[in-house]
């Protein structure tokens, strides 16, 4: 697989888009991570910008209409919807979900639906991979959509250079108990559907919310107004990206991101000869000959 791998590697740097989708079916379906290919290069510019938020808050459309504004801007722009609320491949069907379709043959976009692996949710453990993948393609951007429950903006936030979080006014109580994970990872909130009534009072309310956690350093968050679906707030919203992506994350941060991806990518490796089906299968096995003890079997498990 290495050699092929390497192959399917230089094909992918060369921005063969066909290379690049079976590169990434390769990481989904844990054929190889392409870790030797990755290891051996300087780290490759482009950018991830996350877009989290409550399902229905309109990430979409703005991912779309972001697309358009970078390619206004001459850059190669890649898209990734992750969907956790299927498991397995249904890429296909998600396609009909997103609301992209005007770029799907544009020669400088790409757009790619990904599933969720793990039963328990969140993110593919090989999106990190994926996103490097399409670095090496030569993406400027990578756009990554998920639906904002669970773990999932936790683990978007580590993966993204920037994080974008989007509400929408009517999100006024939910405001209050909003999580504090989902405050953490914001860069910038957007505060989409600001035609509805009620769009200043929940920015007022939100910034006010923010404001004990400005006075932490190396802590800014933006909050920007969009009509995502008539493209309005866009050249601010852009700016923002613009300014955070320039600075970087700053010091300790920066760290603590750098932290998360490593953390993220050794968990990766370690599990990748664990799969549910085969612990499945040894857990009937084990349970038909009598009594099961899970950390009996946990510590007997490939020693
Ligand atoms: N009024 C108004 N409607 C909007 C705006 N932006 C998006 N919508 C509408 O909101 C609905 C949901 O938009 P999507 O972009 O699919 O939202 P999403 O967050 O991607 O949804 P999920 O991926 O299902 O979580 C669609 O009907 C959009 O047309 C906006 O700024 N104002
Ligand atoms: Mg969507």
């Not at 609301?99 to 990190?128: A, K, Q, T």
């Not at 009534?197 to 929940?202: Q, T, V, Y």
């Amino acid at each position: 697989m290495t050699d092929s791998a390497s192959l399917l590697f230089g094909e992918i740097q060369k921005g063969n888009y066909r290379s690049l989708a079976r590169g990434i079916s390769y990481i989904e379906n844990g054929v190889t991570d392409f870790f030797t290919e990755l290891k051996d290069r300087p780290p490759f510019p482009g950018a991830v910008i996350g877009v989290t938020g409550p399902p229905g808050a309109g990430k979409s459309t703005l991912v779309d209409a972001l697309i358009g504004q970078f390619v206004k801007d001459r850059k190669k722009i890649a898209v990734l919807c992750v969907d956790p609320s299927s498991s397995f491949h249904s890429g296909a069907l998600l396609g009909d979900r997103i609301r992209m379709s005007e770029w799907y043959n544009h020669p400088d976009v790409f757009i790619r639906s990904l599933s969720s692996r793990g039963s328990l949710g969140g993110l593919h453990p090989g999106i990190l991979s994926i996103t490097e993948l399409l670095k090496a393609a030569g993406f400027d951007h990578i756009l990554i959509e998920t639906v904002g429950v669970g773990q999932n903006e936790i683990e978007i936030a580590a993966l993204a250079d920037v994080t974008l979080v989007v509400l929408v006014p009517e999100a006024g109580d939910e405001i209050q108990t909003m999580k504090a994970g989902l405050m953490e990872v914001a860069d910038v909130f957007v505060v989409n559907k600001s035609d509805r009534p009620d769009a200043d009072l929940f920015v007022r309310s939100l910034r006010l919310m923010l404001s004990p956690a400005m006075h932490r350093p190396g802590w800014e968050t933006a909050v920007v107004k969009t009509v995502a679906s008539q493209r309005q707030g866009l050249e601010e919203l852009m700016k923002e990206i613009a300014r955070r992506l320039a600075h970087g994350k700053e010091g300790r941060r920066n760290y603590r991101l750098l932290a998360e991806r490593a953390y993220y990518l050794i968990r990766e490796r370690r599990m990748k000869d664990v799969h549910m089906s085969e612990l499945e299968e040894a857990i009937v096995r084990d349970c038909e000959k009598g009594v099961f003890n899970l950390y009996q079997f946990v510590a007997g498990w490939r020693k």
